[in-house]
């Protein structure tokens, strides 16, 4: 593993970077010497709070920008705020999600556009928008994808087509804007419950079809995110599953 000056000079955008494993990855890659160009829609207090945190331990290494991503029209926004606080775009964090119920029988257009629009839509256009930046830099795309994108949760059928539709597209990216972007994926498993909770036998049950028995943390799918960013130069088209053994022991 490279020092913690290894993305000394890099831009990092992350979508949804306020709290949760998106404050998490941009902690990470700060801490590696990145400047982040922190995206929020509804977090504005948690993305002054981070912001501030990034900029005392380096001055002017954070800057937050609030934006609905769902207005694919305003995506390239994002990226020249980028360019303007920093100079250039070296990693795009595809993170920003929504993830609720859609049970058969009460899927509705409206919660349909937004889990497609958020999970799949967002990622694609934002990619396609920040791919001139990415090409000068050869930079990375990095998606947040979900393990069950191979493996459907019940009651959530149109997250996890969503997701699928986010891993077939970070690998479809991949060959699209290869050699001078890598682009990968992150398929987290049981790393934070839900902001609304849920029930706590379910909960005890995801953690035993773990294989390590425990839930993970968002610095786990922190370090990976370093990994991909400064570790592997020769990876792209890969979605690494960061579960615990989740999706082995099904």
Same mark, same amino acid.
Do not use: C
């Given at each position: %593993?490279?020092?913690?000056?290894?993305?000394?000079?890099?831009t990092?955008?992350?979508?949804?970077?306020?709290?949760?494993?998106?404050?998490?990855? +941009?902690?990470?890659?700060?801490?590696?010497?990145?400047?982040?160009?922190?995206?929020? *829609?509804?977090?504005?207090?948690?993305?002054?709070?981070?912001?501030?945190?990034?900029?005392?331990?380096?001055?002017?290494?954070? +800057?937050t920008? *609030?934006?609905?991503?769902?207005? !694919?029209?305003?995506?390239?926004?994002?990226?020249?705020?980028?360019?303007?606080?920093?100079g250039?775009?070296?990693?795009?964090?595809?993170?920003?999600?929504? &993830?609720?119920? $859609?049970?058969?029988?009460?899927?509705?257009?409206?919660? &349909?556009?937004?889990?497609?629009?958020?999970?799949?839509?967002?990622?694609?256009?934002?990619?396609?928008?920040?791919?001139?930046?990415?090409?000068?830099?050869?930079?990375?795309?990095?998606?947040?994808?979900?393990?069950?994108?191979?493996?459907?949760?019940?009651?959530?059928?149109?997250? !996890?087509?969503?997701?699928?539709?986010?891993h %077939? %597209?970070?690998?479809?990216?991949?060959?699209?804007?290869?050699?001078?972007?890598?682009?990968?994926?992150?398929?987290?498993?049981?790393?934070?419950?839900?902001? $609304?909770?849920?029930?706590?036998?379910?909960?005890?049950?995801?953690?035993?079809? $773990?294989?390590l028995?425990?839930?993970?943390?968002?610095?786990?799918?922190a *370090?990976?995110?370093? &990994?991909?960013?400064?570790?592997?130069?020769?990876?792209?088209?890969?979605?690494?599953?960061?579960?615990?053994?989740?999706?082995?022991?099904?």
């Amino acid at each position: %593993m490279q020092g913690h000056d290894s993305l000394a000079g890099k831009t990092v955008l992350i979508t949804g970077g306020a709290k949760r494993v998106g404050a998490a990855i +941009a902690r990470e890659l700060h801490e590696a010497g990145a400047n982040i160009a922190l995206h929020f *829609r509804n977090s504005a207090s948690e993305a002054a709070q981070l912001s501030t945190e990034l900029n005392e331990k380096r001055a002017k290494s954070a +800057a937050t920008i *609030r934006a609905d991503l769902l207005d !694919v029209s305003r995506l390239g926004a994002l990226v020249e705020f980028a360019l303007r606080h920093f100079g250039s775009l070296d990693v795009l964090v595809n993170n920003a999600s929504t &993830f609720y119920e $859609t049970k058969l029988g009460e899927i509705t257009s409206e919660k &349909f556009d937004d889990l497609i629009g958020t999970n799949l839509k967002v990622p694609t256009f934002l990619s396609q928008a920040a791919a001139p930046a990415l090409r000068q830099s050869r930079g990375l795309i990095l998606n947040i994808v979900d393990i069950h994108a191979q493996r459907p949760l019940r009651n959530y059928p149109v997250y !996890v087509a969503a997701k699928a539709g986010l891993h %077939m %597209m970070t690998r479809a990216l991949a060959k699209e804007l290869g050699p001078e972007i890598r682009v990968n994926g992150i398929a987290p498993g049981p790393i934070l419950w839900p902001e $609304t909770g849920g029930d706590d036998t379910k909960k005890a049950a995801i953690i035993e079809a $773990t294989l390590l028995k425990r839930l993970g943390d968002p610095a786990d799918i922190a *370090r990976t995110a370093r &990994f991909f960013a400064v570790d592997a130069p020769f990876i792209t088209g890969q979605i690494l599953a960061v579960d615990g053994g989740r999706s082995v022991a099904w």
